[in-house]
């Protein structure tokens, strides 16, 4: 069962890599470009030589994009299937379609929308070269603790539930998510590298443009996921995982 569950998660985020993609290239890449028409201008008036181009904008903003939206779609199904598998029948007694659309929630917030908050994603000519290296620690770091603190919440919430009720369990665990993640988003040190020249508009539309990307995806995944397995569940009641006891 887990194998059927893993191939139509992958198949599932093809899918959405699919639709992703083309957002990307509709929205994304032009200001991708825009980026770097304003890095070609500041290293001209530095006077310093532009470097060599490696893979030309076109196979980057062609091949190379569907390649890597695709394949993270991909990887990202089959691992979001695993987790399916794993808290069918833990969380309550909801349903396929259900689960899948809550886990969706849950990993686009902890695993997008947290660390996107705090560090959000900048396009060429934003950033130091030299602070690569602090800058990807501090959003692994900020990735990690935002798991562990959206894991930590849902601990809690089955904890609380007989004593609180579904609802109330669940209401506390997601305060408890906001203040854990308020204190880290606090406690880590702030990056802010945007030249005072680079246009704010461009700056704005990337970065609505990378939140939409990781959105399409997520959101596709979690609903046609749920809505195929519901669907095979019903087809086929006898490949349904049976549910762990509750306590």
Known sequence: ??????????????FAGLL???FAR???EPQVDRAIAFEEQMDAAKGEAPEPVLVSREVQAGLGLFTGVVIYGAALG??????????YGRIGRLGARSISALLALAGFTAVVLVPFIKYPAN??????????GPRTGLFFIMLLLSILAMGFSIWLSRR?????GDWNAALIAC????????VVQLALPAINEVPETFSAVVLWRFRVASLGI?????????????????????????????RPATR
């Open 20 to 22: 992703a993609f083309a």
């Open 175 to 182: 305060a408890v998510f906001i203040v854990i993640v308020a």
């Open 1 to 14: 069962m887990v194998g059927n569950l893993l191939l139509r998660g992958m198949l599932v985020g093809v």
């Open 78 to 87: 089959g691992l979001f299937s695993l987790v399916f598998a794993y808290a």
């Open 26 to 28: 509709t929205f994304g």
């Open 123 to 132: 396009p060429p000519a934003v950033g130091n070269p030299e602070t690569i």
């Open 214 to 242: 990781q959105l399409i995806l997520w959101t596709t995944i979690g609903l046609l996921f749920g809505a195929l397995t519901e669907r095979s569940f019903a087809e086929h009641p006898a490949r349904v995982p049976a």
């Open 160 to 164: 609380l539930r007989a004593r609180y």
